[in-house]
């Protein structure tokens, strides 16, 4: 049974960097799929952020990709997020999810962590 | 790279069948067989329900059926239940190897 459990901050200040990990477990990060960030801010739809493969493949939403790092440690299986200079407009839910495409990213995730609540204010 | 559109909400009847259209461009929808389906109760992740068009996940009802025809890909949900009220979302692969969801649809059971 595959599990993710995103962790971090729940409020972080205007301008500051936004730092969330997502512990995976029942599957390892290693073997395969892409690895992605979602997040909907509150009453809102949901956004992609990004995703990676454990080779270093990464691709993110253009809209963000100026403030976006997704990595891995791959000895915790654990992947992280990273989005700097964040506003109030970044203030989410954020869920990691499992792509299960496969080797190529087609967004189709089908494991999600339960999703953590991230206040940007001061 | 914009949202898909879909329409704000949609209602039905239980036993009832729904649509929910999801449209894009040449550069997402049109353009590959790479479209899936979400269903979000609130307060909760969401769940896959269609993939590549029209593939169901296993354990997913085959009430819930996925097409596409042009840059407009659609959800069916047939014989609509009360569980099935939920908010829904679509997704697609674009020309630029990213990912885009849809604006999403709150579908409420009368």
């Known amino acids: 049974q595959v599990q993710l459990q995103e962790s971090g901050p729940g409020l972080v200040k205007p301008s500051e960097t936004l730092s969330l990990t997502c512990t995976v477990s029942?599957?390892?990060?290693?073997?395969?799929?892409?690895w992605g960030w979602i997040r909907q801010p509150p009453g809102k739809g949901l956004e992609w952020i990004g995703s990676?493969?454990?080779?270093?493949?990464?691709y993110y939403n253009p809209s963000l990709k100026s403030r976006v790092t997704i990595s891995a440690d791959t000895s915790k299986n654990q992947f992280s997020l990273k989005l700097s200079s964040v506003t109030a407009a970044d203030t989410a839910v954020y869920y990691c999810?499992?792509?299960?495409?496969?080797?190529?990213?087609?967004?189709?995730?089908?494991?999600w962590g339960q999703g953590t609540l991230v206040t940007v204010s001061s | 790279q914009s949202a898909l559109t879909q329409p704000a909400s949609v209602s039905g009847s239980p036993g009832q069948s729904i649509t929910i259209s999801c449209t894009g461009t040449?550069?997402?929808?049109?353009?590959?067989?790479?479209v899936s389906w979400y269903q979000q109760h609130p307060g909760k992740a969401p769940k896959l329900m269609i993939y590549?068009?029209?593939n169901r996940p296993s354990g997913v009802s085959n009430r819930f059926s996925g097409s596409k025809s042009g840059n407009t890909a659609s959800l069916t949900i047939s014989g609509l239940q009360a569980e099935d009220e939920a908010d829904y979302y679509c997704?697609?692969?674009?020309?630029?190897?990213?990912?885009?969801f849809g604006t999403g649809t709150k579908v409420t059971v009368l």
């Open positions: 040449s550069s997402d929808v049109g353009g590959y067989n790479y």
């Open positions: 999810a499992r792509d299960a495409s496969g080797t190529l990213p087609r967004y189709y995730f089908d494991y």
């Open positions: 029942g599957y390892s990060i290693s073997s395969g799929y892409y």
């Open positions: 990676f493969y454990h080779t270093g493949s990464t």
């Open positions: 997704s697609s692969y674009t020309s630029s190897s990213t990912g885009v």
């Open positions: 590549d068009v029209s």
